[in-house]
DNA sequence: ACAGTACAGTTATCC
DNA sequence: CTGTCCACAG
DNA sequence: GGATAACTGTACCTGTGGACAG
């Protein structure tokens, strides 16, 4: 069985010798003994692994967690590696490596230093340009120069050049291992040397990232495309590709999230027509929004309200109806719109005026309170989002099946899924019946002891300080902070965000939050519903509308 | 519904 | 020569 | 002059050394 308790994969600072092999063999085995059925086409490739020695399974690791395919033999050289020449051969022998290999033309621009540029351009055009730079000189090649030839065509007396194979393997081995294109072998290291701690996690065999070959190809597939519109490449060819993925099932938000990217970018190309299809076809709330805008200027002021209506119909997040009301009825005061079944209440805003500093206005409203008696931190959304996680710690990792997938994982899969506290409906009561203890501040000051640094998305510890625990805990009313956490669960991904900037407390241990607003910015969508919803549970928050000079 | 996200700051444009 | 960038390492 | 959209910057382990551009 593969060892996935992050505790036994925690070693001495700093790394044992050949740290990075055995974190590497870590996760090939495990890929390999739980992942088998998904590794069809890479069956050779375990007995050639195996086959290898120590110091050749090394090196192959080095190379390939390193950039680029192309390695001179220079640049293998590695102190714990005794026998460089020997794992060479090894690799080589086992179709590991490509000794000789055919080097196209850009990749060449890619592996050579200048000074090798100019020692290989005097050997082929029997002279050295004076003016050599990165990315030009492979114009100074003749124009009937191959685009591909074998190293030693470029470069006959050239040292000695290899190409590792099968990048691919290893690639999806980590994408296998990990559940995403997100991490890499770093978190091992990072875990190592405890410059990251995760939540220890039992370990079962039904916890798998994909369920089945074709769900991790179309991964990659979508993982493609975004990178090919990150590159600049037509819109148009993408969009094809995207829309005829076939049904993606749990990936589907990553897809609708792609679409609307495309199609912001098309409609910056202006290929209107693209866009309207792409964020027709997104399910993705901002989608709509974008379509709704992009439609606008060719709608009837009653047609844009029958099709406003009708999306709002798709949208479920309150954020996005404010977004739709502000493409009909644009310059509208909030209380006048119409969706929200209730008017939002405005918020209410104390003015400040202040010498324009260096430091961040938030800072400086801090001082100026500092003055009036008010102390206070910038905490943005840490302060609740992480008093929530602290409470809510045993439902958010516990080991449901599916959720947990690799050992450095900083939440389950499904945290921001509508289901997610009904998959937990125990551990959940289990959470929230502790809350109402009495000693509820004590329990949560314990869970901070506890968990202080481990790794958990909703929380940041430099901004979750035990002081700032302490005193939250201590001021603030219980019903305040309910009635908080229970938003929270009505929507944890919107919700966690727009919390006010700042917490303040005075000398009689009362507090207040304060959301600042310099003169140019302004309350955006998730700010004002935190605020009208803490006005309403007569939680005491403010803007604070700063003016300078 | 699952690694890009959050927020402030700047500029340009509209009304 | 200097500063910036980035690949690499742990 | 306020509202709005569009775009940018910065943070998410840290340190080092080579390569490059000026
Ligand atoms: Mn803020
Ligand atoms: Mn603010």
């Given at each position: 069985m593969p060892k996935l308790d992050p505790s036994q994969l925690r070693a001495a600072d700093p790394l044992q010798p050949w740290y990075y092999l055995h974190n590497a063999r870590t996760l090939i085995n495990h890929c390999y003994q739980l992942y088998s059925d998904l590794l069809t086409p890479w069956q050779q490739q375990w007995s050639a692994w195996q086959a290898l020695g120590q110091e050749a399974q090394a090196l192959l690791v080095r190379m390939l967690m390193r950039k680029g395919e192309l390695f001179f033999a220079r640049q293998l050289i590695y102190s714990e590696i005794k026998h460089p020449e020997q794992a060479l051969a090894e690799l080589q022998a086992l179709d590991w490596l490509e000794p000789d290999p055919e080097v196209s033309q850009a990749e060449l621009a890619n592996c050579l230093t200048l000074a090798q540029v100019k020692e290989l351009l005097a050997q082929r055009l029997g002279r050295v340009p004076s003016k050599l730079r990165a990315n030009t000189?492979?114009?100074?090649?003749?124009?009937?120069?191959?685009?591909h030839q074998a190293w030693s065509a470029w470069w006959p007396q050239g040292p000695r050049l290899y190409r590792v194979k099968h990048q691919l393997w290893w690639q999806e081995l980590q994408l296998l291992f990990f559940?995403?294109?997100?991490?890499?072998?770093t978190d091992f290291v990072l875990s190592e040397l405890q410059t990251r701690r995760y939540e220890p996690l039992p370990w079962h065999p039904d916890n798998r990232p994909f369920a089945n070959r074709e769900q991790l190809l179309l991964y990659q597939q979508l993982n493609t495309l975004a990178k090919a519109l990150e590159a600049g490449e037509p819109v148009c060819a993408i969009a094809a590709q995207l829309m005829a993925l076939?049904?993606?099932?749990?990936?589907t938000h990553s897809r609708d999230k792609l679409m609307l990217r495309l199609g912001l970018e098309a409609q910056r190309q202006g290929n209107l027509e693209l866009a309207e299809q792409l964020w027709h076809t997104s399910q993705h709330p901002e989608a709509k929004v974008r379509l709704l805008r992009l439609l606008k200027p060719r709608l009837r002021a009653a047609e844009l309200v029958a099709l406003g209506l009708e999306l709002r119909q798709g949208v479920q997040q309150p954020e996005y109806w404010l977004a739709l009301e502000r493409v009909i009825w644009p310059r509208q005061p909030l209380e006048q719109r119409q969706w929200l079944g209730q008017a939002l209440t405005a918020p209410k805003v104390t003015s400040l005026v202040l010498a324009k500093g260096e430091q961040r206005v938030e800072q400086q409203v801090l001082q100026a309170m500092a003055q009036q008696g008010w102390q206070g931190q910038h905490v943005e959304n840490h302060l609740f989002v992480g008093l929530f996680a602290l409470c809510f710690w045993p439902a958010i990792f516990a080991?449901?099946?599916?959720?947990?997938?690799?050992?450095?994982?900083?939440?389950?899969?499904?945290?921001?899924?509508?289901?997610f506290a009904s998959r937990r409906q125990d551990i959940m009561a289990d959470c929230w019946q502790q809350w109402q203890r009495e000693d509820y501040r004590q329990l949560l000051l314990e869970r901070w002891q506890a968990k202080q640094g481990t790794a958990c998305s909703l929380i940041h510890w430099p901004k979750l300080p035990l002081t700032l625990v302490e005193q939250a805990l201590a001021c603030i009313a219980k019903e305040h902070l309910t009635a908080i956490f229970t938003r929270l669960w009505q929507d944890l991904r919107h919700h966690?965000?727009?919390?006010?900037?700042l917490i303040l407390f005075d000398q009689q241990g009362n507090y207040q939050l304060m959301e600042v607003k310099s003169p140019t910015d302004r309350l955006q969508d998730q700010q004002r519903l935190w605020l009208a919803f803490m006005q309403q549970q007569g939680i005491p928050a403010c803007v604070c509308q700063v003016r300078w000079q």
């Amino acid at each position: 069985m593969p060892k996935l308790d992050p505790s036994q994969l925690r070693a001495a600072d700093p790394l044992q010798p050949w740290y990075y092999l055995h974190n590497a063999r870590t996760l090939i085995n495990h890929c390999y003994q739980l992942y088998s059925d998904l590794l069809t086409p890479w069956q050779q490739q375990w007995s050639a692994w195996q086959a290898l020695g120590q110091e050749a399974q090394a090196l192959l690791v080095r190379m390939l967690m390193r950039k680029g395919e192309l390695f001179f033999a220079r640049q293998l050289i590695y102190s714990e590696i005794k026998h460089p020449e020997q794992a060479l051969a090894e690799l080589q022998a086992l179709d590991w490596l490509e000794p000789d290999p055919e080097v196209s033309q850009a990749e060449l621009a890619n592996c050579l230093t200048l000074a090798q540029v100019k020692e290989l351009l005097a050997q082929r055009l029997g002279r050295v340009p004076s003016k050599l730079r990165a990315n030009t000189w492979l114009g100074l090649l003749p124009a009937d120069t191959a685009e591909h030839q074998a190293w030693s065509a470029w470069w006959p007396q050239g040292p000695r050049l290899y190409r590792v194979k099968h990048q691919l393997w290893w690639q999806e081995l980590q994408l296998l291992f990990f559940g995403n294109a997100h991490q890499d072998m770093t978190d091992f290291v990072l875990s190592e040397l405890q410059t990251r701690r995760y939540e220890p996690l039992p370990w079962h065999p039904d916890n798998r990232p994909f369920a089945n070959r074709e769900q991790l190809l179309l991964y990659q597939q979508l993982n493609t495309l975004a990178k090919a519109l990150e590159a600049g490449e037509p819109v148009c060819a993408i969009a094809a590709q995207l829309m005829a993925l076939p049904e993606l099932g749990w990936m589907t938000h990553s897809r609708d999230k792609l679409m609307l990217r495309l199609g912001l970018e098309a409609q910056r190309q202006g290929n209107l027509e693209l866009a309207e299809q792409l964020w027709h076809t997104s399910q993705h709330p901002e989608a709509k929004v974008r379509l709704l805008r992009l439609l606008k200027p060719r709608l009837r002021a009653a047609e844009l309200v029958a099709l406003g209506l009708e999306l709002r119909q798709g949208v479920q997040q309150p954020e996005y109806w404010l977004a739709l009301e502000r493409v009909i009825w644009p310059r509208q005061p909030l209380e006048q719109r119409q969706w929200l079944g209730q008017a939002l209440t405005a918020p209410k805003v104390t003015s400040l005026v202040l010498a324009k500093g260096e430091q961040r206005v938030e800072q400086q409203v801090l001082q100026a309170m500092a003055q009036q008696g008010w102390q206070g931190q910038h905490v943005e959304n840490h302060l609740f989002v992480g008093l929530f996680a602290l409470c809510f710690w045993p439902a958010i990792f516990a080991p449901v099946k599916g959720a947990f997938f690799n050992p450095f994982q900083d939440r389950p899969r499904d945290l921001f899924h509508p289901d997610f506290a009904s998959r937990r409906q125990d551990i959940m009561a289990d959470c929230w019946q502790q809350w109402q203890r009495e000693d509820y501040r004590q329990l949560l000051l314990e869970r901070w002891q506890a968990k202080q640094g481990t790794a958990c998305s909703l929380i940041h510890w430099p901004k979750l300080p035990l002081t700032l625990v302490e005193q939250a805990l201590a001021c603030i009313a219980k019903e305040h902070l309910t009635a908080i956490f229970t938003r929270l669960w009505q929507d944890l991904r919107h919700h966690s965000r727009g919390l006010p900037d700042l917490i303040l407390f005075d000398q009689q241990g009362n507090y207040q939050l304060m959301e600042v607003k310099s003169p140019t910015d302004r309350l955006q969508d998730q700010q004002r519903l935190w605020l009208a919803f803490m006005q309403q549970q007569g939680i005491p928050a403010c803007v604070c509308q700063v003016r300078w000079q």
